[in-house]
């Protein structure tokens, strides 16, 4: 049986992954994963949990487990592979598609690191390294067609999230399971689904929430935690007593709080309004139509460095594929607890601005491809683990 590593670090990597691990059952899989890639039947040699970070800074506290996670990765590459995958995380997936190159060893790039938005200097990293790419993002192909070769295939599939995003509560049941009163309006908090993001947003988020909830009292926040966080969060919120909010996670958490199959989408489908930090998540709201702002803070370090290595004006995914600022972005000094509280009361104070947004939506995913993402990437993983080319 042919040996396939799939190498993640995010939890949105994981989601897309767990997907291809499905589907991926006549093959021996091992690898980087999170909790859905592990459910789905992948073992795993090391969780992303233990390499997830965000910022250059924030990576330093977790320099020594990245650094062991690696070495032995490129152990189990060295045993005998016959196909890595890797999705996104560039810093550590580039120097891995590296070493299995050396190896001779088939390689595929499933979700490409953003080198438009910075790390252009990436590019001929992962072009010399990678027999195939698979992207998502329509304008990724201008890119990469230059380099398309007989040594470097280019594949745009669309968007996963068209095809894993699957609701199954209506407002009324999952208010219920949360024991919240009909008449009260849901806001979702999601703060990230890691550490740091935790730590820096979350009680950021909570302190607008009570702000919030000072002008609005028919609000109930919810906050769905990732399996991975889940306890984190529980500590930050504990602190918060007298303040309207539920905290969910996963059917694959054993924490005592409500669990759903789905907890971050039935959120936003529920909720008339959400606060959410950058990342996938802001993509997700805007395909369930889901108003929402973009907040996101990191150390000042980073941030200053960030900012001289990004090329575009936006940070979120939807304002960045419409080209233009379709979602307010509230970045560091903007992004505390006043500005949150007044932006998201604009919000809920005034239908034609959550209308107008919703309708941006729209647009934003007509651009992200058909259906049949993870079909199509399945289908060229396994073209090449079978006939060796594509």
């Not at 190159?101 to 390294?129: C, H, M």
Request: aromatic share 8%; with cysteine; charged share 25%.
């Amino acid at each position: 049986m042919k040996k396939v590593f799939i190498s993640v670090g995010e939890i949105s990597g994981d989601n897309y992954a767990s997907e291809l691990v499905k589907r991926l059952k006549n093959y021996s899989l091992i690898g980087i994963a999170g909790p859905k890639m592990r459910a789905a039947g992948l073992t795993p040699v090391a969780n992303i949990e233990d390499i997830s970070v965000v910022g250059l800074t924030e990576a330093l506290s977790k320099y020594s487990k990245i650094k062991q996670v690696f070495k032995k990765s490129v152990e189990i590459l060295k045993e005998g592979v016959d196909l890595l995958i890797v999705v996104d995380f560039p810093g550590f997936n580039i120097k891995l598609l590296k070493e299995a190159k050396k190896l001779g060893i088939k390689t595929v790039y499933f979700i490409s690191p953003q080198v438009w938005a910075w790390g252009k200097g990436r590019v001929k990293d992962i072009v010399e390294n990678t027999d195939v790419m698979i992207s998502i993002l329509p304008f990724e192909e201008e890119i990469y067609k230059p380099y398309v070769s007989d040594k470097f295939k280019f594949f745009y599939v669309g968007h996963p999230l068209l095809d894993i995003i699957k609701t199954y509560e209506t407002e009324e049941s999952f208010k219920e399971k949360l024991s919240v009163p009909k008449h009260k309006k849901i806001v979702g908090l999601l703060a990230g689904s890691r550490e740091s993001e935790v730590n820096v947003l979350l009680p950021i988020m909570l302190e607008s929430a009570k702000l919030i909830s000072r002008t609005f009292e028919n609000i109930h926040f919810v906050i769905p935690a990732t399996v991975n966080m889940v306890d984190k969060v529980l500590e930050k919120v504990s602190k918060y007593k007298d303040l309207p909010v539920s905290v969910i996670t996963s059917k694959l958490s054993d924490a005592n709080v409500p669990k759903f199959e789905n907890p971050s989408y039935e959120v936003m489908k529920n909720s008339v309004f959400s606060i959410i930090a950058s990342g996938t998540a802001t993509l997700e709201a805007s395909i369930i139509s889901n108003p929402f702002i973009l907040v996101y803070k990191v150390s000042p370090l980073t941030f200053f460095i960030g900012k001289r290595l990004v090329s575009i004006p936006y940070l979120g995914l939807p304002n960045i594929i419409a080209g233009k600022e379709v979602v307010p972005e509230l970045l560091q000094e903007e992004c505390n607890p006043l500005n949150i509280a007044n932006k998201t009361l604009e919000f809920l104070t005034d239908e034609n601005l959550r209308e107008n947004q919703i309708k941006e939506f729209e647009s934003i995913k007509a651009k992200l491809g058909e259906k049949g993402a993870i079909e199509r990437t399945y289908n060229i993983i396994n073209r090449l683990l079978e006939t060796g080319q594509v």
